[in-house]
């Protein structure tokens, strides 16, 4: 079976609460300004592992 284009991009998880927080994280996406910045320059591998990081970020954000 051979692919018929392109794997699919990583959305965005983005929420639409674009407020950088403690430590230039965005409250809403959990992601850096630099990150969210250069997203879309991002490929598939290096989203995945920005995604695989904000359950981590969550719990620090919250435990200060």
């Known amino acids: ?5 392109p794997a699919e991009s990583i959305a965005s998880p983005c929420v639409g609460v674009c407020t950088l927080g403690p430590g230039n994280i965005c409250i809403g ?3 850096t300004a630099a990150e969210i910045g250069n997203w879309l320059n991002y490929s598939n591998q290096q989203r995945q592992r920005i995604i695989e990081q904000l359950p981590q970020r969550l ?3 919250f435990a200060k």
Request: hydrophobic residues 35%; proline residues 0%; contains cysteine.
């Open 1 to 5: 079976m051979t692919s018929s284009g």
């Open 29 to 31: 996406c959990l992601r």
């Open 59 to 61: 719990e620090a954000l």
